[in-house]
């Protein structure tokens, strides 16, 4: 490792060729088949071709290396929580109590509890950071952050009691932002954006003793009761899991979502484009991976300095081209129309395009291998978070202070490795495919003619049946993008609306399901709609953590009703997932009572009543819970028979 300009650390790693001999895989129509077996995206196939013929690993390959997998693990019976173990339940053995004396449904339910905080702490520690970003806007002490939505901002000061009255933006922001500060560690005992759910959804939580106190006080509380000897009933456990993920949901993440919209926009309708053709073999390319938008902004500002651009036509390049991965792709495309490259597994693929000249990543859903596939290439990994040191990148620490500086910084970086890129490995893959996203709630709104009438009216005379959210991530157990095309298509053809975030939007725009033109896939009610507003069947919201704008929807559209977001015809979906931030989506999801059914079984297959109480019994608990089908067109028979029962409970 050297160190070169004070904290600009460069530690370059190298590059991991596999023996593809020793795994057969040199021959041509093996090749071509693993491809057909891996993905169901275009462009992602000639990439994956390159990386299989030349032995460059990726995440498909890592996979296969680790199967079989460890049988008690993937149940989630294996605990390492302690010194005295590990230990694992083994029934066959006679093994049925770990060393300090829990069974398996109390060592599951602890081994989901930490996934779930671990998920929710992400969401709201990126929320808290956006916060904090507007409190030192508000202060003058963030560099070239300013307030983009001051409409917004009023309405939230009205919401946490805060006087507008002729106050300046920055004086108001200032409150808001405090106020919102203090919602991580409040003493009120309740959320204040929670409030925000139906009355009824919020007796049910009460009543249930899973009403979200404050969003730190319940990861807190969540990792002492998975402390060796707390929480010894698993019924007890996972109700906290509950309380700890609505405080993502209607906490951390709305406050993500909310504050974002301030700073930098509120989503409106645009159009863009999606899928690694997007990048430009005569620009400087860089792409932007991770999910906090408080760098990628200023990058984006950066990105158009006059100084820069004339550095890159020097340089040979004809401009700057940014492009967007996962959820930080997902913040850019829905407020600027910044091109999407793609999901969570096309980012060793964008590498392999040759194309890349740096890719800046903030935090979560960043593979720490990327340096070893960028050393394939003349690509740098610049990462930017202190929380998030990737070994082999260049680090750039980012803080709001010194935003623009860092930013120039980068882009600077990116334009001088132009010239290092090797023609002969340049392989850009097709066409960009076009998107319509920018669905935020209010978006939506406009779009209806500033009311949820006619959409509620679509779903009482039965144009629309219902709506699922469909979201999350990739994960190699589901062939990429398979699990979330395959079951959004069925979805829409069944005139259900489908709303989606993350990973799975960017799958939709990636199969040309995020145009208006799809309509033409759907059932013949949702069609009508679609055609006569010119909106798409497949609405992007954004981001994981606007997951949250999927909360607000229900929310509002529950309160027009007066009934409990339960009692709508909702589903949710998480055809791909893996990730912590996943589980907590989803319990978040079921906890406000949306029926959601997962295409990857979560690793609580060794206690039969840990799987009983999450697919059945919280029905008694908050009138919702979970389901597990792999096969995407059975999920959109229950997703359908779901929808059906509550229009039916409804009369409609
Ligand atoms: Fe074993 Fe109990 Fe310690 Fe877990 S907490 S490692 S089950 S002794
Ligand atoms: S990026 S959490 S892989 S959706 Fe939000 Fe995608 Fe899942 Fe990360």
Redesign the pocket.
């Known amino acids: 490792m050297t160190k070169k300009d004070g904290d600009y650390v460069h530690s370059r790693v190298a590059c991991t060729i596999l023996e593809r001999s020793k795994m057969s895989l040199l021959n041509p129509a093996l090749i071509a088949e693993k491809v057909e077996e891996r993905t169901i995206d275009e462009t992602a196939k000639p990439m994956l071709r390159i990386t299989l013929e030349t032995g460059i690993e990726t995440v498909w390959d890592r996979f296969e290396m680790q199967q079989p997998p460890c049988s008690y693990c993937a149940s989630g019976v294996s605990?390492?929580?302690?010194?005295?173990?590990?230990?694992r339940i083994i029934p066959d053995h006679h093994r049925l109590r770990?060393?300090?004396?829990?069974d398996a449904d109390l060592?599951v339910a602890r081994n989901l509890l930490d996934t779930l905080a671990t998920g929710a702490a992400s969401h709201s520690d990126h929320g808290r950071e956006i916060v904090e970003t507007m409190y030192k806007t508000s202060e003058g002490t963030a560099q070239g952050y300013t307030i983009t939505d001051p409409e917004k901002l009023r309405r939230i000061a009205l919401e946490l009691d805060i006087t507008v009255g002729t106050r300046g933006d920055l004086e108001i922001a200032r409150d808001v932002s405090l106020a919102l500060l203090e919602e991580f560690g409040t003493i009120k005992n309740s959320i204040r954006f929670s409030e925000r759910a139906p009355k009824k959804t919020r007796e049910i939580w009460e009543s249930a003793g899973i009403t979200p106190r404050s969003v730190d006080r319940e990861v807190v509380e969540a990792m002492h009761r998975i402390h060796?000897g707390v929480g010894a009933d698993y019924v007890n456990v996972l109700l906290h899991g509950l309380r700890t993920a609505l405080s993502d949901g209607w906490g951390g993440s709305l406050m993500a979502t909310e504050v974002s919209d301030i700073l930098f926009g509120t989503p409106e309708i645009n159009t863009s484009s999606v899928n690694l053709g997007v990048l430009k073999e005569d620009h400087v390319n860089i792409a932007l991976h991770g999910h906090n938008p408080v760098l990628s902004e200023m990058i984006v500002r950066a990105a158009e300095d006059a100084e820069l651009l004339a550095l890159a036509t020097e340089n040979g390049a004809k401009g700057i081209n940014l492009v967007g991965l996962c959820c930080t792709g997902n913040e850019l495309l829905m407020r600027k129309g910044i091109p999407q490259a793609g999901n969570h597994f096309n980012q060793e693929l964008v590498i392999a395009t040759g194309a890349l000249d740096v890719m800046i990543v903030d935090y979560q859903c960043i593979f720490p291998s990327l340096p070893r596939t960028a050393s394939c290439y003349h690509t740098h990994i610049v990462s930017t978070s202190p929380k998030s040191r990737v070994p082999g990148s260049l680090h750039y620490p980012f803080h709001p202070e010194s935003a623009m500086e860092t930013a120039r910084a980068i882009v600077r970086l990116a334009v001088e490795n132009y010239p290092n890129r090797l023609a002969e490995n340049v392989h850009i893959p097709g066409e960009p495919i076009r998107a319509v996203t920018g669905f935020s709630v209010e978006a939506i709104q406009t779009a209806l003619g500033g009311t949820f009438a006619p959409l509620i009216e679509a779903i009482a005379d039965g144009k629309i049946l219902g709506a699922v959210g469909v979201v999350g991530c990739n994960n190699p157990k589901v062939k990429h993008d398979f699990g979330h095309v395959t079951l959004t298509k069925e979805l829409i053809k069944r005139d259900i609306l489908v709303v989606e975030t993350g990973c799975a939007a960017i799958a939709s725009g990636k199969a040309g399901l995020l145009l208006p033109g799809a309509a033409d896939l759907a059932g013949h009610g949702l069609a009508s709609v679609c055609r006569a507003l010119n909106i798409p069947p497949v609405l992007h919201m954004g981001s994981c953590v606007d997951c949250s704008r999927i909360l607000v929807l229900a929310a509002a559209l529950a309160n027009e009703l007066d009934v409990g977001i339960d009692q709508l015809p909702l589903g949710g979906a998480a055809p791909e997932w893996y990730s912590q931030k996943a589980v907590s989506i989803g319990s978040y999801f079921v906890a406000s009572g949306v029926y959601t059914v997962l295409g990857v079984m979560p690793k609580i297959t060794g206690s039969e009543n840990v799987t009983n109480l999450l697919t059945n019994g919280l029905c008694g608990v908050v009138n919702a819970s979970f389901a597990v089908e792999p096969d995407p067109l059975l999920a959109a028979d229950l997703l359908e028979s779901h929808i059906r029962h509550k229009r039916q409970n409804l009369g409609i």
């Open positions: 605990c390492s929580r302690c010194a005295m173990g590990p230990c770990g060393v300090c004396g829990a060592i060796m």
